[in-house]
């Protein structure tokens, strides 16, 4: 499985984004996830879904983000709103068959990275 990510930029804070990464095979019992990293923080986990559609968020996100996947269509979108400065970051979105333990980094599958700038 490849992975690649699009959708990333430069947005105001209160400003919404839609990042987007498509899976060149199929994703069928995989689990698909967000992380990102700041400049000088280590990665950590955004938001994850699994292949029965159900989600999973950091705390820090909850509320304003919502991820979503097309099984048809090997894609998974991540929609962010509300976006702060403290969400700055690379985005990457990974994949991983039947992963249960959302929120580690243990993924086998990573996209190569979208960054996300929110300027206050």
């Known amino acids: 499985v490849q992975l690649q990510a699009f959708g990333g930029g430069l947005v105001q804070a209160g400003g919404s984004m839609r990042l987007s990464c498509a899976a060149s095979g199929r994703t069928s019992g995989y689990t698909m996830a967000w992380f990102r990293q700041a400049p000088g923080k280590e990665r950590e986990f955004v938001a994850a879904?699994?292949?029965?559609?159900?989600?999973h968020y950091a705390d820090s996100v909850k509320g304003r983000f919502t991820i979503s996947r097309d099984n048809n269509k090997n894609t998974v979108n991540l929609q962010m709103s509300s976006l702060k400065p403290e969400d700055t970051a690379v985005y990457y979105c990974?994949?991983?068959?039947?992963?249960?333990?959302?929120?580690?980094?243990?993924?086998?599958?990573w996209g190569q990275g979208t960054q996300v700038t929110v300027s206050s």
């Open positions: 879904i699994g292949w029965s559609a159900s989600t």
């Open positions: 990974a994949a991983q068959l039947g992963k249960r333990d959302y929120t580690t980094p243990e993924y086998g599958y």
